[in-house]
T-cell receptor, first 112, second 116 residues
């Protein structure tokens, strides 16, 4: 069966360090993968999209890698700040166009 | 740009009543809108996909007669929870897509439904 796995345990890091979150999937062949940020009681906010033929994508302090052989995406936040504390969700498409399936999310806590 | 609003942001209703939630794309036309449900500390679960002017496509296990979706225009979709029960209490989130090659979905702020 199809699965998208993110570390359900919260990730606690010190301000200024790089946070690395993992998204692993099985039985998917996504054309693209997305990362979202969700704050408590709010809807997700789109961060980055990376396509299957892209290895890496960057946006300001964010970097996403996509390894279709390992079936894994890594999401990095460099020079992390307390304001980066949130839950981060990865999402994969269903290859038919624009339907997304979300992972369970990883909560990131950045301590000052 | 790409702002999606939801109304109401929270609602409390009695068991057996119906509740309507609106989802609007404020500054773009949404060819497709999606409705998700999220239980505490869980991820978003897609309930249905709707395209303007056509019937919604429901995910397996979602009762279409209980969760009525109307997508009457390119900027408005509504979800009506009919004969609500306490187990329908959840966080309902809509998203909108501009379609084409833009695969990003723009999410609304969510609606917290509590059924007493």
């Amino acid at each position: 069966s199809q699965k998208i796995e993110q570390n359900s345990e919260a990730l606690n890091i010190q301000e200024g360090k790089t946070a690395t979150l993992t998204c692993n999937y099985t039985n998917y062949s996504p054309a693209y993968l997305q990362w979202y940020r969700q704050d408590p009681g709010r809807g997700p906010v789109f961060l980055l999209l990376i396509r299957e033929n892209e290895k890496e994508k960057r946006k300001e302090r964010l970097k996403v890698t996509f390894d279709t052989t390992l079936k894994q995406s890594l999401f990095h936040i460099t020079a992390s700040q307390p304001a980066d504390s949130a839950t981060y969700l990865c999402a994969l498409d269903n290859n038919a166009g624009n339907m997304l399936t979300f992972g369970g999310g990883t909560r990131l806590m950045v301590k000052p | 740009g790409a702002v999606v609003s939801q109304h109401p942001s929270w609602v409390i209703c009695k068991s057996g009543t119906s509740v309507k939630i609106e989802c609007r794309s404020l500054d773009f036309q949404a060819t497709t809108m999606f409705w998700y449900r999220q239980f505490p500390k869980q991820s978003l679960m897609l309930m249905a996909t709707s395209n303007e002017g056509s019937k919604a496509t429901y995910e397996q296990g979602v009762e279409k007669d209980k969760f009525l979706i109307n997508h009457a225009s390119l900027t408005l979709s509504t979800l009506t929870v009919t004969s609500a029960h306490p187990e329908d209490s959840s966080f309902y989130i809509c998203s909108a897509s501009r379609g084409g090659n833009l695969y990003e979905q723009y999410f609304g702020p969510g609606t917290r439904l509590t059924v007493t």
